[in-house]
C-alpha cells in the first residue's frame, strides 16, 4: 500500500493524505481553501479521508463528531 494518495473530488484535487511514519493513519494536507476544515486530521484509511471531502464538498462543513453520514461511491488516484 503506497503511503500517500491524491484526493480528488469532482476533478477537483482536494488535497492528499499521507500515511503517519508513527501509527498506521493518514494525515490530510488540502490543496484547496475549499478543504481547510480538514486540514491536519487524521484518518484510519484513505478512504475515510475522501468520504469526508466528499461529505465536505456536498455540506459546506464536516459532520459533527458521532454523527453518522453515509459512505459515498469516489476514486482515489495513487
Known sequence: MPDAYVIQISGR???IVARDGRD???NFFAA?????????????DPLAAERAAR?????G??????????PEAGTIEA
Open 13 to 15: 484535487t482536494a488535497g
Open 24 to 26: 498506521v493513519s493518514f
Open 32 to 44: 484547496s481553501h475549499l478543504f481547510d476544515a480538514m486540514e491536519g486530521q487524521s484518518f484510519a
Open 55 to 59: 461529505y465536505l464538498a456536498r455540506h
Open 61 to 70: 462543513s464536516l459532520p459533527r463528531r458521532g454523527e453518522q453520514h453515509p
